[in-house]
């Protein structure tokens, strides 16, 4: 069965810190997708990146950055010199084809002055 | 280009009462979803329409949840009758195709059952 594990419920850092959340997936399929997507306070949730299972190089857009390893099965999420408007609740999540979306537990990020 | 449409944000509702949910999805978009998000938790998909057929149901409580898309554009998504354990927020998302087509959510309509 499909799952997505996002081991950190809560993270609080300092503006300009660097901060890694982390997403651990399962799935028997060798094809699949992977996307990040950004719950801001106001509830709706902003895509931010999605990845196939063929395409393992990692992707660099301005302070962000993810990480596909799937010998770990994992696809981890870095944001560079965060700032105060990074604060929100991050999910990792997985489709196959068919297009459902299996979501993680989310990450809430806390990003202080 | 504008995004996905939901009416309404908010809505209370005592348990047992009927209530009904609206989406406009992107414009082009064949395939449309509607998700529950219950509070500390990431969305589980409800249900999935390809224009306007339903490609997957499995998780819908069809016992009191109902879908429908006419015309293969909007949707409404309707609870009757509300449980308090459907205290959630509703999401819908569009994507231009079913597979693997990047979704885009509409802000979601908060639901409180009391």
């Known amino acids: 069965a499909q799952k997505v594990t996002q081991a950190q419920t809560e993270i609080s850092v300092v503006e300009k810190e660097d901060v890694t959340l982390d997403c651990v997936y399962e799935t028997r399929d060798t094809t699949y997708y992977l996307f990040w997507y950004k719950q801001p306070p106001s509830g709706e949730l902003v895509f931010l990146i999605r990845?196939?299972?063929?395409?393992?190089q990692n992707e660099i857009s301005g302070r962000y950055s993810w990480n596909f390893q799937k010998s770990t099965s994992s696809f981890n999420f870095t944001i560079t010199a965060s700032q105060v408007v990074d604060s929100a609740v991050y999910f990792c999540a997985l489709s196959e084809w068919g297009g459902k979306l299996i979501f993680g537990q989310g990450t809430e990020l806390s990003v202080k002055p | 280009e504008a995004g996905v449409a939901q009416s309404p944000r908010y809505k209370i509702i005592e348990k047992r009462q009927s209530v009904a949910f609206w989406c406009n999805p992107i414009s082009g978009h064949a395939t449309l979803y509607w998700y529950q998000q219950i509070l500390g938790q990431g969305p589980k998909l409800l249900i999935q329409?390809?224009?306007?057929?339903?490609?997957?149901d499995s998780q819908l409580p069809k016992d009191r949840f109902s879908a429908e898309r006419l015309k293969g554009v909007d949707s409404t998504l309707k609870i009757q009758p509300a449980k308090l354990e459907d205290s959630a927020v509703y999401l819908c998302a569009s994507s231009q195709d079913s597979g693997t087509d990047t979704q885009y959510f509409g802000p979601g309509t908060r639901l409180t059952v009391l």
């Open positions: 990845r196939n299972s063929f395409d393992e």
């Open positions: 329409f390809q224009n306007n057929g339903v490609v997957d």
